[in-house]
């Protein structure tokens, strides 16, 4: 995503192991760290791959004003609390219309009191806010490619496996790690361009979709920060890879997103959006809607194929949105699960 709010991602299977909580920078803020591990199904297999634990808070604050590009906090000077050469993510988290946004600054996009060089701005004045460090490739993945994805000797593409990484405009950026013995073209590198992205901001909304052309599964060890505050995920394109932002606990019943998906008044999944889960081994997706039909035995959440009720789905790391229903875009805010208001 490269606009305003968050957008895509989605899954593998993984499992959580909680740190000591911790706190930091700016206004000092704690919570709950660890490590989940993910799996990356090989074999060619197109695995949907979702970040869900994220990076320390180093600025919390109230924004005092925004003019559409800029974001002004007169109390913080952001040349102080924030590192140059880094991307940011700015959370939403004042309960206002815009609460819950996420919205992307680019390495170095600010002076004194203000963000700047941003797109499409929905924060409103007077509202509060967090600031967390933007994941890179070299974060997920490893510098030197520690994840263990097939790379290229030859700094060929074809070669090794890739990551796809969703640019906002309903295509993708291809990713993938060369070993050539040429420091113009060895580590992470663009597959179109050839330019070096191993420092490439990825915001924990956008999905990546990881082609592992290796014989063996991958354990893919993310470490970082629990989210406990409600996310916006922007469904911007007709199949929208979404980032579900909560490591463990969240379901379709409890995620709130019933209350911005399309539903059908008749449980006809032709007529709804629909959420896509995919299968822990990704040889294919779990497909569920919501239903408002007046019959108990099939109102909520339905698996579209065998009518089954599917709250208790487990939302993987990441969830496809088809926009079925209507064809046309829209915010889904995501909500934590309830035991994450402890951490």
Known sequence: MKATTLK??????GSLSFLAGSAFSQSAVSGAGGYETLTINGGGKFNVLGIRLHEPQVVSGTFDSQDGVSLT?????????LAAGTA????????????????????????GN?????????????????IR???TISDIFGAD???GLQASAEADPSQ??????PDGAGGFQRVFFSTLNDPDFSGWLDADSFDKVADLPLNYVDGMIIQELGAGNISLVVTGMVKTTSTVLPVDQLFTYLGTAYPVGATLGNSGLEASVTPSAEADPSQADIVYLQTADASGY??????TLDDPDFQGWLNADTFDKSPDAALTSGIIIDQNGTGADFNAPIVAPPFYANL
């Open 8 to 13: 895509k991602a989605a899954l593998v299977a």
């Open 145 to 147: 490619n520690s994840a």
């Open 286 to 291: 779990d497909r569920h809607f919501f239903s």
């Open 160 to 165: 090794a496996s890739i990551i796809f990484i």
């Open 114 to 130: 203000s963000l700047t060089g941003l797109s499409g701005i929905t924060a409103d004045d007077a509202t509060d806010y967090t």
């Open 88 to 111: 940011y993510l700015v959370e939403i988290t004042g309960a206002t219309a815009s609460e819950g946004t996420v919205i992307e600054v680019a390495a170095d996009a600010w002076s």
């Open 133 to 135: 460090g933007a994941k």
């Open 73 to 81: 906090d007169d109390d913080v000077d952001f040349d102080t609390a």
